[in-house]
């Protein structure tokens, strides 16, 4: 019978420490993202392609509340900065690589007509 209950508790440490460390590294592998505003929205009639001038880094997970209460804001303030015809609808570019998302960005900004602004927010 010791026998049984100390292989049943060896079991269950392993597989608690098993879950620990996989959650660690989870947590530790998608903590940090790079998001940026590239959007079109009417300004004075005609559609404009709106690009932040660089990425925001966040700490919250992308698919939590804090994340869409982030995106709300977002949303917010170009409707109240940017274009009052904007119609809120607003999805953020979003990676885990900052090189990357710096080089998208720069790309972004290449094109004709791009109106380029400074935003920043934070989701933690």
Request: proline share 2%; charged share 20%; hydrophobic share 45%.
């Amino acid at each position: 019978m010791k026998n049984l209950l100390f292989l049943l508790f060896l079991v269950i440490q392993v597989s608690f420490n098993s879950v620990e460390a996989n959650a660690q590294a989870s947590a530790e592998n998608s903590d940090t993202w790079y998001v940026w505003i590239e959007t079109e929205m009417p300004i004075n009639g005609e559609m404009v392609k709106v690009i932040s001038s660089q990425p925001i880094t966040i700490t919250c997970c992308v698919k939590s509340a804090k994340y869409r209460r982030f995106v709300q804001k977002t949303a917010k303030w170009l409707l109240n900065n940017i274009s009052a015809d904007y119609n809120g609808e607003l999805e953020l570019h979003k990676i885990q690589d900052l090189d990357l998302a710096n080089e998208m960005i720069a790309r972004a900004k290449q094109a004709a007509g791009v109106k380029i602004i400074d935003y920043t927010g934070t989701c933690n």
